[in-house]
């Protein structure tokens, strides 16, 4: 296991906590770019009027479709949060916030920033499904918010621990068929 420096001179384990739920949305994504592809060459063949270049044009789109519903994959271990897309990697110093914000609309994104200018925007359903991913995210920006170091976003991270805890407890409560 490898060890990094945290905040002072104590080390702690540097283990790395995963999105659990990327690999299935990934292959949601591959199923349903899949899906539209096998519908339109079937649709096209059938009307008689499918061409190589029809064919490509059709990949090419489920292509397009797969990339855009393929979700980043997030990982985190204490002090970073990598957010890893199909063209780029971005990372945040989780040890070293100085803001949090949620920007809300039809696709809610938490958005976080550092000191050194790192930033890292992701949906917060990610880290309300993964609280090992949470936990990692939370004690780290209550460090820096201790530091006094985070200056915008306490409300927002209130928020979501809030939120975070309520899908917890909803989990339990059905896995022990107390719901």
Same mark, same amino acid.
């Given at each position: 296991m490898e060890r990094i420096r945290g905040v002072g001179s104590a080390e702690r384990p540097a283990s790395v906590v995963r999105d659990g739920r990327w690999a299935v949305d990934a292959r949601f994504a591959c199923a349903c770019a899949g899906t539209l592809l096998g519908l339109l060459l079937l649709v096209d063949a059938g009307a008689g009027s499918l061409t190589r270049w029809r064919a490509v044009l059709w990949a090419a789109l489920a292509v397009l479709l797969w990339a855009v519903l393929t979700p980043p994959s997030v990982s985190a271990r204490?002090? =970073?949060? +990598? !957010?890893?897309?199909?063209?780029?990697?971005? #990372?945040?110093?989780?040890?070293?916030?100085? #803001?949090?914000?949620? #920007?809300? %609309?039809?696709?809610?994104?938490?958005?976080?920033?550092?000191?050194? %200018?790192?930033?890292?925007?992701?949906?917060?359903?990610? =880290? +309300?499904?993964?609280?090992?991913?949470?936990?990692?995210?939370?004690?780290? /920006?209550?460090?820096?918010?201790?530091? %006094? =170091?985070?200056?915008? %976003?306490? /409300?927002?991270?209130?928020?979501? #621990?809030?939120?975070?805890?309520?899908?917890?407890?909803?989990?339990?409560?059905?896995? !022990?068929?107390?719901?």
């Open positions: 204490p002090g =970073l949060l +990598v !957010s890893r897309g199909l063209l780029r990697e971005r #990372s945040v110093r989780t040890d070293r916030l100085v #803001s949090v914000r949620r #920007s809300d %609309g039809v696709a809610q994104r938490l958005i976080l920033r550092d000191t050194e %200018g790192g930033r890292v925007e992701l949906d917060p359903r990610v =880290l +309300v499904a993964n609280p090992p991913l949470w936990r990692v995210v939370d004690e780290d /920006a209550r460090a820096c918010l201790a530091d %006094g =170091l985070l200056l915008c %976003g306490a /409300a927002a991270l209130r928020q979501l #621990s809030a939120r975070v805890d309520r899908e917890t407890a909803r989990t339990v409560f059905e896995a !022990s068929g107390l719901r």
